[in-house]
T-cell receptor
Framework: GQQVMQIPQYQHVQEGEDFTTYCNSS?????IQWYKQRPGGHPVFLIQ?????EVKKQKRLTFQFGEAKKNSSLHITATQTTDVGTYFC????????????FGAGTQVVVTP | DSGVTQTPKHLITATGQRVTLRCSPR?????VYWYQQSLDQGLQFLIQ???????AKGNILERFSAQQFPDLHSELNLSSLELGDSALYFC?????????????FGPGTRLTVL
């Protein structure tokens, strides 16, 4: 069955540094979504990518969908303490009847 | 505030017991999803309902069941509880069944089984 894997599981970042988290699927995805869960909170939708090679930006966050639609990445520049949380990617394979499969998440800790 | 409500916020119970978690979706949303999140774990999809009908099933144990009522609220029933069932249970809702729909998550119910 479809599997969505995220790496790294944990990311310690110094404030001001950049980092990237990756999402890989065992099957071709029709679309991928990214969510952020703050400590003690619930997942909140960030963005969706649908097209092969698509790149979208939200301020300091850059999201990319791979050409083969089997992987995605989230790059954060100049990390701030407000970026703390767990970032989940969620992908739907082309034959999953619309069911999103969430990755295990990347937990980001920011050191001032 | 996502517009999705879940009750109760916290639930403490003993092994072997049965509990019911409740979720009210955002106004106008027809799909409801249930997820389990254990400590330091990702979101495990349990089950999805759309307009009262079961739509998709994930890694839901036989001891767990759910339903969606005509007013679209949903309940997740957990029975014969075990220590390992302690987790945060999230409900999410979306407009339809499309994977391109945004899922709006509720605040969750934290279940502790002692």
């Amino acid at each position: 069955g479809q599997q969505v894997m995220q790496i790294p599981q944990y990311q310690h970042v110094q404030e001001g540094e950049d980092f990237t988290t990756y999402c890989n699927s065992s099957t071709t995805l029709s679309n991928i979504q990214w969510y952020k869960q703050r400590p003690g909170g619930h997942p909140v939708f960030l963005i969706q990518l649908v097209k092969s090679g698509e790149v979208k930006k939200q301020k300091r966050l850059t999201f990319q969908f791979g050409e083969a639609k089997k992987n995605s990445s989230l790059h954060i520049t100049a990390t701030q303490t407000t970026d703390v949380g767990t970032y989940f990617c969620a992908g739907a394979s082309t034959d999953s009847w619309g069911k999103l499969q969430f990755g295990a998440g990347t937990q980001v800790v920011v050191t001032p | 505030d996502s517009g999705v409500t879940q009750t109760p916020k916290h639930l403490i119970t003993a092994t072997g017991q049965r509990v019911t978690l409740r979720c009210s979706p955002r106004s106008g949303d027809l799909s409801v999803y249930w997820y389990q999140q254990s400590l330091d774990q990702g979101l495990q999809f349990l089950i999805q309902y759309y307009n009262g009908e079961e739509r998709a099933k994930g890694n839901i144990l036989e001891r767990f069941s759910a339903q969606q009522f005509p007013d679209l609220h949903s309940e997740l029933n957990l029975s014969s509880l075990e220590l390992g069932d302690s987790a945060l249970y999230f409900c999410a809702s979306s407009t339809s069944v499309s994977s391109t729909d945004t899922q709006y998550f509720g605040p969750g119910t934290r279940l502790t089984v002692l």
